[in-house]
């Protein structure tokens, strides 16, 4: 049952000499699994198959963005159509608009939408923003929550980070690392006790609204429309960062489902439909700051980008079908309740968190609610797990602090070759 994978190691044996760690974005080279990174080739629908030959049924997806699973024909018929009229014009074009307009629609906590080229690039901007309209310095952050690798937000980012064990990255600056205050993930009290201490200096939270970068994890009831009450009664702003969640767990965002208005909101993966995007958007007298309505700078020489923008849109306008984040939760109930009966079957304590298109599956005794319990779950079965169900061709997040996602074309079919591989996997493990 085992995969070849000699093209792939020795893929990444050349890699390495040449690109550090062998890879550009340092999750993907399975240090939190062990064995070799699969170095694919090609992506069609919800299956990845790599230089080996192998085939998987793909829960990564891009790390979100593909929720229409991979080259779905309407993406590659928008990136392919535009391609012919010019890759970048530098220069403004109606198709920006036609996105802006999508988006602003979906949620209406926001006014006006920038685009850029990363979630990174978007959270770094509204963090300019909020600084710059408030006139104040400091931010809060959870502990757990990822926001990209700008320097004021990696610090206790979760995930890639955390599985590195670098709390903090050399090269941040301790002067900027001091401007921001981490917090548990999901505890209102230190957070009111942060601005009882700090109010007049703090200019925004940024927040994942279900932290996705820990696992998958929940906000529990109340600590949204907590750090809402909080933000707004000590004149601060309150960033979602939605980059994962932003049409991903239901088309009007984390923002529409648990009913709470953002000041900001930051947005990525998705609204690019598998090209290099990011947003960041909110309330008119806030983003009508930004350059060159405004004085706080921010640019692009390809934000906007007609091709990401023609994916984005046909990817947008594909999900905005009547039941179609009814389909995708199902399929995450799912996959999350075949992992904890067949835990259940095999003796393994294992907790499942969901919403829409996005899935946590953990091996661990209590629920997780922030990051101290998310780093509590085994690592190392989750490592056994995850080699298990890659020989049984399921291609699942290599690290146990990640979230998992589904596609529209992962039918019934496909969950059902899944569902197997899990029960089958759990009892290899046992
Ligand atoms: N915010 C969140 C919530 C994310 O999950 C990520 C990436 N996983 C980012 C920001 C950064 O986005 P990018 O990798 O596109 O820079």
Redesign the pocket.
């Known amino acids: 049952m085992t995969h070849r994978t000699a093209r792939s190691a020795e893929a990444m044996k050349r890699a390495q000499t040449l690109i550090p760690g062998g890879v550009n974005s340092p999750v993907r080279a399975f240090r939190a699994v062990g064995g070799t990174p699969r170095f694919m080739t090609r992506g069609e629908g919800p299956y990845l198959y790599d230089l080996d030959g192998n085939r998987y049924i793909d829960y990564v997806l891009s790390?979100g963005p593909l929720i229409l699973g991979h080259a779905h024909q309407a993406v590659v018929q928008a990136i392919t159509e535009q391609t012919v009229r010019g890759t970048s014009y530098g220069a403004p074009t109606e198709l920006e608009s036609d996105l802006a307009a999508l988006i602003l629609s979906a949620l209406p906590s926001m006014d006006l939408v920038r685009m850029v080229n990363?979630?990174?690039?978007a959270?770094m901007s509204a963090l300019r923003l909020a600084r710059g309209f408030t006139g104040r310095s400091k931010i809060i952050k959870f502990i757990g929550c990822?926001?990209?690798?700008a320097d004021s937000l990696l610090i206790r980012a979760g995930s890639g980070v955390a599985t590195f064990s670098l709390p903090d990255s050399p090269g941040v600056p301790p002067e900027i690392a001091a401007l921001t205050i981490s917090l548990p993930y999901n505890d209102l009290a230190a957070v009111e006790s942060a601005f009882a201490q700090f109010g007049e200096e703090i200019a925004a939270i940024i927040v994942?609204p279900v932290g996705?970068?820990m696992g998958m994890v929940p906000p529990k009831d109340g600590f949204l429309q907590g750090l809402r009450a909080v933000t707004q009664s000590y004149g601060a702003l309150l960033i979602f960062?939605e980059?994962?969640t932003g049409f991903r767990v239901r088309f009007g965002g984390a923002q529409g489902y648990y009913g709470v208005k953002p000041d900001l909101t930051?947005l990525?993966?998705v609204i690019g439909g598998g090209l290099p995007v990011?947003a960041y958007g909110g309330r008119k007298d806030i983003m009508d700051l930004v350059a060159p309505a405004g004085p706080v700078y921010q640019a692009g020489t390809l934000s906007g980008n007609p091709l990401a923008v023609a994916a984005g849109l046909a990817t947008l306008k594909t999900l905005a079908t009547e039941g179609v984040y009814e389909g995708l939760e199902a399929r995450s109930a799912q996959l999350v309740s075949t992992f904890l009966d067949a835990g259940k079957r095999y003796g393994f304590p294992v907790q499942g968190t969901f919403l829409g298109g996005m899935f946590g599956c953990f091996f661990a005794e209590h629920p997780v609610t922030d990051y101290e319990s998310a780093a509590q779950s085994d690592k190392a079965r989750y490592a056994s797990y995850f080699h298990a169900l890659l020989d049984r061709s399921v291609y699942l997040a290599p690290s146990h602090l990640e979230a998992g996602f589904v596609s529209l074309v992962h039918d019934d079919v496909v969950l059902a070759e899944t569902c197997e591989a899990i029960d089958s996997a759990m009892r290899a493990i046992h």
Do not use: A, P, R
């Open positions: 790390w990363s979630g990174t690039e959270t990822y926001h990209g690798h994942e996705g970068n960062d980059v994962m930051t990525g993966k990011g």
